[in-house]
């Protein structure tokens, strides 16, 4: 089985920063692209911003110039910096990889729990 934990939600102050982890670990041969998604209430998940197992990244259009994705491949660990945040930034943000548990195996999808990031004064 493969886990992902999130960390680093919480409440922050409109144009505060907040920074989110998630660590992946299991059963894991290798992880193609890792990625931040997001629901807020009443709406559908929407991506937030991916990075390949190479470093290329993709972001909504929504935060780019606001969001960075970063990788730590050795730690299987992607970040999410969180920049200059608007109220409409809040939602439960999810992590999600892409993983392959074995040699020539099928790839599959996993999430994180979800973290909670409000932007408020």
């Known amino acids: 089985q493969v886990q992902l934990v999130e960390s680093g939600g919480g409440l922050v102050q409109p144009g505060g920063s907040l920074r989110l982890s998630c660590a992946a670990s299991?059963?894991?041969?290798?992880?193609?692209?890792m990625g931040w998604y997001r629901q807020a209430p009443g709406k559908q998940r929407e991506l937030v911003a991916t990075?390949?197992?190479?470093?290329?990244?993709n972001y909504a259009d929504s935060v780019k110039g606001r969001f960075t994705i970063s990788r730590d491949n050795a730690k299987n660990t992607v970040y999410l910096q969180m920049n200059s945040l608007k109220p409409e930034d809040t939602a439960v943000y999810y992590c999600n990889a892409r993983v392959q548990k074995v040699v020539a195996g099928p790839i599959y999808d996993y999430w994180g729990q979800g973290t909670q990031v409000t932007v408020s004064s």
């Open positions: 990075v390949t197992s190479g470093g290329s990244t």
């Open positions: 299991g059963s894991i041969f290798r992880i193609y692209s």
